[in-house]
């Protein structure tokens, strides 16, 4: 081939051409638009997160605020919670799967001085957009309890996934003393 030989190739676009090549565009566009949003569905629940803890304190039966108990008290665990009524993040994320609200699991864990697990509840209920929500759990402070600084954990999550996932970014934690 010399410098002078050129060569030109022709495409020719019959209507029956141009629509099968826009339909097989269509379908890779769509697949595409399907797999995005199918990674959204499992990666989205774990960023910034629409419950939030607004308090958790600890009352005796009476619903009076108390921060220390003797053993064989009952420590009252109060937390209060909400599902925001906003999803905007810098930069935009989109959290469609929680704007309407739906189910929760709210689990308490009291934990003693020395870091073992002494109480274990668990509540579902449902919540929707921009609800705000109290829940308590009763733990009586056993006899054989050792004194010292105990420490409440409360925690949001779902069951929507295979084996639940988070629904509040942080765990809601308050701590009493036991004398």
Known sequence: MGLDTRS????????KKLLALSLLMLVGVGAFY????????????????SLRFNSVGTFDTGNNMKPTFAR???????VSFEMATSYYTVPPTYYY????????????????SAGEPVHFASVTGMINDGQVKTDFSDYVVLPAGAPG????????????????????????TATFTVT
Not at 8 to 14: A, R
Not at 72 to 78: A, D, P, S
Not at 158 to 169: F, H, K
């Open 34 to 49: 399907s797999y995005v949003i199918a990674l959204y569905a499992f990666i989205a629940p774990s960023q910034d997160l």
């Open 97 to 112: 799967y929680y704007n309407t609200g739906g189910s929760y699991r709210l689990i308490y864990t009291v934990v003693d």
């Open 8 to 15: 030109e190739i022709v495409i020719e676009l019959t209507p």
């Open 72 to 78: 064989g008290e009952t420590v009252r665990v109060k």
């Open 149 to 172: 600084v105990y420490t409440i954990y409360a925690y949001l999550w779902t069951d929507w996934l295979p084996g639940g996932d988070v629904l509040a970014p942080n765990a809601g």
